[in-house]
């Protein structure tokens, strides 16, 4: 079983900076994606960026130019820093990632519980 542990999270003034961790522990031979993905109440979750093995980030246009994702020298680790936050960056955010047990096995896609970000003056 693999384990997603996000941090970071808080409240912050609008045009602040906000950095967020998150650690995936448990039996894993390789990770090929990590992802940020939030939940603002009353909507659907959605996705934040999304970074592959090779380096390679993909972001949603709502954050392009404010935040990047980023992974850690430890390859279980995924960063969100979050630039110029806007009050409608409130949310749940969510790390997962798509990772395989054994080098034969499928991917298997986990999630972290959240960690709410609140921007407010």
């Known amino acids: 079983q693999v384990q997603l542990v996000e941090s970071g999270g808080g409240l912050v003034q609008p045009g602040g900076s906000l950095r967020l961790s998150c650690v995936a522990s448990g039996t894993i031979f390789s990770i090929d994606v990590m992802g940020w993905y939030r939940q603002a109440p009353g909507k659907q979750r959605e996705l934040v960026a999304t970074i592959i093995s090779g380096g390679n980030t993909n972001y949603a246009a709502s954050v392009k130019g404010r935040f990047t994702i980023s992974r850690g020298n430890a390859e279980n680790t995924v960063y969100l820093q979050m630039e110029t936050l806007k009050p409608e960056d409130t949310a749940v955010y969510y790390c997962?990632?798509?990772?395989?047990?054994?080098?034969?096995?499928?991917?298997?896609?986990?999630w972290g519980k959240g960690t709410l970000v609140t921007v407010s003056s």
């Open positions: 997962n990632c798509n990772y395989r047990k054994k080098y034969w096995s499928p991917q298997t896609l986990a």
